[in-house]
């Protein structure tokens, strides 16, 4: 059997990263704004890891505007469900894999 | 010296302690695996429902409800004979057309300083829990929540309206249950998902009052009252209790 270590994605080894990622899974699309109420982060925080799920492509960025003030919302790829999961998984295995 | 003994008992110590840092290692993994999972588990939820709800607000709703419901049963018995209150035309009951309008415009009052009372006093409490509970009260959780409550509530509001216009007053009591019962559901989505079975026990409520028309102002008084104060008694005591 695989080491279950090695199939955790190393990307959510960050708990904001991991954040980010599971609000996405359950909503459409959210924007800077609330992820930053819900996580409780600062903007420069927040805007780092999101660069980094974007660079991985796991989230898809569409800014916009309301009125003047630029609105930028998020969105979870297929490809950031599908490594989400595969890293749901690999958590669930090494639970398992102690008892 | 026995040395091949004390190399044998050099390996078993090694042995040992190595399959014990190995068992620590991976408590602590599992640890920090356990504690990921709770992570999501609560950004989900946190994320998609509203949950500062308070149950209170249920109570102080139900409350302003019967209190609603006392003081226009009163009106209604100081405006109709008594020998004729089995007759619930309303337009029947009344002494003659005057004293009609003054009874409907009364009744509507009421209507309306119950709900303003409930939707205050509701709103106060909730926000009072909100803050407590430092989650914003006014967010893209909350505005899914508010509008999926309020679409039922405003159909069934106009749907009312025209039965008002009908003169069918006895389909105002009923109405008022199942579009609010419908309303609970729908919102049930998005906050604390238990209000969906008050939705469910409203509509089953206004149903049954379609049919007995002459219970209106008791089917109103179970469901907006006392039904209210015991889903926000329930909802205290498994929630609020312990904070």
Same mark, same amino acid.
């Given at each position: 059997m695989k080491n279950p270590i090695s199939?955790? $994605?190393?990307?959510?080894?960050? /708990?904001? /990263? !991991?954040?980010?990622?599971?609000? !996405?899974?359950? $909503?459409?699309?959210? $924007?800077f704004n609330d992820l930053k109420q819900m996580l409780e982060l600062t903007d420069? $925080? !927040?805007?780092?890891?999101?660069?980094? !799920?974007?660079?991985q492509g796991f989230i898809q960025v569409t800014k916009g505007f309301i009125g003047r003030k630029t609105n930028t919302t998020y969105t979870a790829t297929k490809a950031g469900q599908q490594a989400f999961k595969d890293h749901l998984t690999a958590l669930e295995n090494m639970i398992k894999g102690v008892k | 010296m026995d040395w091949p003994k004390l190399w044998m008992k050099i390996w078993w110590n090694q042995s040992i302690y190595l399959t014990l840092k190995h068992k620590v290692l991976f408590m602590q993994e599992?640890?920090?695996?356990?504690?990921?999972?709770?992570?999501?588990?609560?950004?989900?939820?946190?994320?998609?429902?509203? +949950?500062?709800?308070?149950? &209170?607000?249920?109570i102080s709703a139900g409350l302003a409800a019967l209190a609603g419901a006392f003081i226009a049963n009163s009106r209604m018995a100081?405006?109709?004979?008594?020998?004729?209150?089995?007759?619930?035309?309303?337009?029947?009951?009344?002494?003659?057309?005057?004293?009609?309008?003054?009874?409907? +415009?009364?009744?509507?009052?009421?209507?309306?300083?119950?709900f303003v009372i409930a939707f205050v006093t509701a709103f106060f409490f909730t926000y009072?829990?909100?803050?407590?509970?430092?989650?914003? +009260? &006014?967010?893209?959780?909350?505005?899914?929540?508010? &509008?999926?409550?309020?679409?039922? @509530?405003?159909?069934?509001?106009?749907? +009312?309206?025209?039965?008002?216009?009908?003169?069918?007053?006895?389909?105002?009591?009923?109405?008022?249950?199942?579009?609010?019962g419908l309303a609970l559901l729908n919102a049930s989505k998005y906050t604390l998902g238990e209000i969906r079975w008050l939705g469910y026990a409203q @509509?089953?409520?206004?149903l049954i009052n379609l049919w007995n028309p002459g219970w209106g102002l008791v089917c109103w008084s179970i469901g907006f009252g006392v039904m209210h104060i015991v889903y926000g008694f329930i909802m205290w005591w498994k929630y609020e209790r312990a904070d």
């Open positions: 199939q955790l $994605n190393k990307v959510f080894e960050s /708990r904001i /990263r !991991l954040g980010v990622m599971s609000i !996405l899974m359950v $909503n459409e699309s959210v $924007n420069g $925080n !927040l805007a780092s890891h999101l660069t980094t !799920l974007e660079e | 599992n640890q920090t695996s356990l504690d990921a999972l709770q992570d999501i588990k609560q950004m989900m939820e946190r994320s998609s429902r509203f +949950i500062s709800l308070s149950g &209170w607000s249920g100081h405006y109709i004979p008594s020998n004729q209150q089995s007759d619930y035309s309303l337009r029947g009951m009344a002494v003659n057309q005057s004293s009609y309008y003054d009874l409907l +415009i009364e009744l509507i009052a009421i209507a309306i300083g119950v009072r829990r909100s803050v407590s509970k430092n989650t914003p +009260i &006014w967010n893209s959780v909350s505005q899914r929540m508010v &509008w999926n409550a309020l679409l039922p @509530i405003l159909v069934g509001g106009i749907v +009312i309206l025209r039965v008002l216009y009908l003169e069918s007053y006895t389909l105002v009591a009923p109405l008022c249950l199942i579009f609010y @509509i089953v409520l206004g």
